[in-house]
T-cell receptor
């Protein structure tokens, strides 16, 4: 979606390597969530970052870690890559207003582990 | 936590046919309910949403009504087009808006 930027769009890594994915949220959005979508499945929640801290985490191992910077952009790091980590990784840009909220997904990074 | 059950696909329809994709959910509290669409090779696009019981979300001819009594949010469209071919995901959003729980998705193929 326009305004949420993820990079790179595609990449190929070798099993055992480490990877870093990046996300820049929409202007005015201060919260970022990451999701993993394996081929043929629905996205699964990895974690959410707010005020540079991990606020909530899904059922993913510690090999998955993240970071949020003061400008609200975020990184997802995956260590010791496994073949099963091959997926589309989606970043969601979020704001929580007083009476409403906005939730916008990026186009994703497709990671292939060989 | 939340969970979602969607009708299994693939669903194959002829152009101008009526579409229904069933979705039921379990949730604590009162989640907001969403339908997302994913076209081949792309990310998720919000199709429609409803934030409270009996609300009807609608967009591009699609609609769904938040049925709290049956915990359902079925997606309907009166006349599908070839361009509607995609995967559709039903997803409740937890009461505090922190994360979605996505169903497995329903693949729709519309034939001319």
């Amino acid at each position: 979606d326009a305004g949420v930027t993820q990079s790179p769009t595609h990449l190929i890594k070798t099993r055992g390597q480490q990877v870093t994915l990046r996300c820049s949220p929409k202007s005015g959005h201060d919260t970022v969530s990451w999701y993993q979508q394996a081929l043929g499945q629905g996205p699964q929640f990895i974690f959410q970052y707010y005020e540079e801290e991990e606020r909530q985490r899904g059922n993913f191992p510690d090999r998955f870690s993240g970071h949020q910077f003061p400008n609200y952009s975020s990184e997802l790091n995956v260590n010791a890559l496994l073949l099963g980590d091959s997926a589309l990784y989606l970043c969601a840009s979020i704001y929580y207003g007083w009476a409403n909220y906005g939730y916008t997904f990026g186009s994703g990074t497709r990671l292939t582990v060989v | 936590g939340n969970s979602v059950t969607q009708m299994e696909g693939p669903v194959t329809l002829s152009e101008e046919a009526f579409l229904t994709i069933n979705c039921t959910y379990t949730a604590t509290g009162y989640p907001s309910l969403f339908w997302y669409v994913q076209y081949p090779g792309e990310g998720l696009q919000l199709l429609l949403k409803a934030t409270k019981a009996d609300d009807k979300g609608s967009n591009k001819g699609f609609e769904a009504t938040y049925r709290k009594e049956t915990t359902s949010f079925h997606l309907e469209k009166g006349s599908v087009q070839v361009s509607d071919s995609a995967v559709y995901f039903c997803a409740p959003l937890s009461a505090y808006g922190q994360n979605f729980v996505f169903g497995p998705g329903t693949r729709l193929s519309v034939l001319p």
